[in-house]
């Protein structure tokens, strides 16, 4: 494997194709697993009229799975790394084509969460493996352009889905986004097929299964305490013993990997500065990224008065203004360092927030779309860089559990700031909440910013 635009890799059945090419095929599986989420999330009413559910019963067709892909991505990329990310890869996309078919059929709010919790564990294995190929086939200023590339992806996916399922929903039903993320499903994998190359199998070292299942009860605990918390109330019994099991897992899985002979998470990547101030970082910006814009719409609605469709069209630059950071991310990197970068992005994220924090208070519509568009030029400036970091600083057999903590991170960044600013807002409308709230999301991000210090050069 060499460096450099036309550098080529040989495929399992001889053939050499390019590097950019398996960068496309990787950076497509991703965008088809999560392009059907934001035009999903507006579909959760229709969805629960159709099946005869409830609202919040059907929100969780959106909860489950974020908290199964979270727990899972980490345990995928450790698969990949063990045996292979392209035999991960082609099986669980397989297995997701599969789920994501039968899913349309669902006769039951139940039966819909298992499809599509099924479905997108499944299709997990898409992130970590784009990364770990990422980091295996480009080095230096290459490799920042192709991080770039896949935060962009990540960012603009949906707002795809927004503007090309959006009219189908429409025109149909909600059962057709998943028919449509069926057929993408089975194009990644005939795309996959003939172009992923094999990555090294580690055939003498088992997988950690103790420390995978202290590490998802950890996670899937506190993730799901967070989600609840807002609905039943942390005084629930349910929830105080989520909020005490999940550090107890987490200092089991610490105990359990210092005795592993093959640990799930090496303890000395822990130790590597670039991956745990990475790790730090990333969940601070998400918290502050997605927690401004879980109540972006209820400043919109509750302060403006616009309606729905305004304010989808308001908010509708920020994803691509993150897609065309990430995109000049990786030009900036080369030229302005890791650490530079993370902390220039943080800082205006944070700055970004502010401003519609200032204009939430002072009723000015102009300032909260500038503000909301500048907070994905933020986002999209720290993402590429702090992957990097991580790149940089774990061993190469590692890359996928790496990737998969570093979006394990992000994920539950995102469930504490969507909770923490929700709960916030309550049921005001009043500008001076709005003005604490996005003052608080701003925190977060300036506190990104000044976690991205501690990087090396």
Not at 53 to 58: E, F, H, L
Not at 124 to 129: N, R, S
Not at 149 to 158: D, G, L
Not at 186 to 215: Q, S, W
Request: one cysteine or more.
């Amino acid at each position: 494997m060499t460096d450099g635009p036309r550098a080529t890799v040989r495929t399992p059945s001889g053939r050499m194709v390019s590097t950019r090419r398996v960068l496309v095929v990787c950076l497509f599986g991703m965008a088809a697993g999560s392009f059907p989420i934001t035009v999903l999330s507006a579909s959760i009413p229709e969805i629960a009229g159709d099946l005869g559910s409830t609202k919040a019963d059907a929100n969780w067709v959106l909860a489950a799975p974020v908290l199964v892909f979270a727990v899972f991505t980490p345990i995928a990329g450790k698969l990949g790394d063990l045996y292979g990310h392209r035999r991960v890869y082609l099986s669980g996309y397989a297995f997701a084509a599969a789920a994501l078919a039968i899913t349309p059929l669902a006769r039951t709010i139940g039966e819909l969460i298992v499809l599509r919790t099924l479905a997108q564990a499944a299709s997990a294995v898409t992130g970590p493996a784009a990364m770990a190929y990422i980091i295996k086939l480009f080095e230096g200023e290459e490799r920042s352009k192709a991080l770039g590339y896949w935060a962009a992806t990540a960012a603009v996916s949906p707002s795809i889905g927004v503007i090309a399922g959006g009219p189908l929903v429409d025109l149909t039903s909600w059962r057709v986004l998943f028919v449509l993320q069926t057929a993408l499903a089975v194009l990644a994998v005939v795309l996959a097929l003939p172009v992923l190359p094999e990555t090294a199998r580690r055939t003498d070292v088992r997988f950690d299964i103790p420390g995978a299942l202290a590490l998802g009860t950890s996670v899937a605990t506190l993730l799901f305490a967070l989600n609840r918390v807002r609905v039943w109330g942390i005084d629930h019994p349910l929830l105080i013993g989520c909020f005490i099991a999940a550090p107890v897992a987490a200092a089991l899985f610490v105990a359990i990997e210092r005795r592993a002979v093959a640990p799930l998470v090496p303890l000395t990547m822990a130790r590597q500065r670039g991956f745990a101030v990475a790790i730090g970082a990333q969940a601070l910006v998400s918290a502050a990224y997605m927690g401004g814009f879980v109540v972006t719409p209820l400043l919109l609605e509750g302060v403006f008065g616009y309606s729905t469709t305004v304010i989808a069209f308001i908010m509708l630059p920020r994803p691509f203004a993150f897609g065309a950071a990430s995109s000049a991310a990786g030009h900036l990197e080369t030229r302005l360092g890791t650490r530079n970068l993370v902390v220039l992005g943080g800082t205006i994220l944070g700055a970004a927030l502010m401003a519609v924090a200032f204009s939430a208070s002072a009723v000015l519509v102009a300032g909260v779309v500038l503000g909301i568009a500048c907070s994905g030029i933020g986002q999209g400036l720290t993402r590429p860089a702090l992957v990097g970091s991580v790149g940089h600083s774990v061993d190469e057999r590692d890359m996928g559990v790496a990737g998969g903590l570093l979006q394990m991170s992000s994920q539950i960044g995102v469930a504490a700031g969507m909770t923490i600013l929700t709960a916030m807002v309550g049921e005001s409308d009043a500008p001076e909440t709005f003005f604490l709230v996005f003052a608080v999301a701003a925190a977060a991000g300036f506190a990104g910013a000044a976690v991205g210090r501690l990087l090396a050069e």
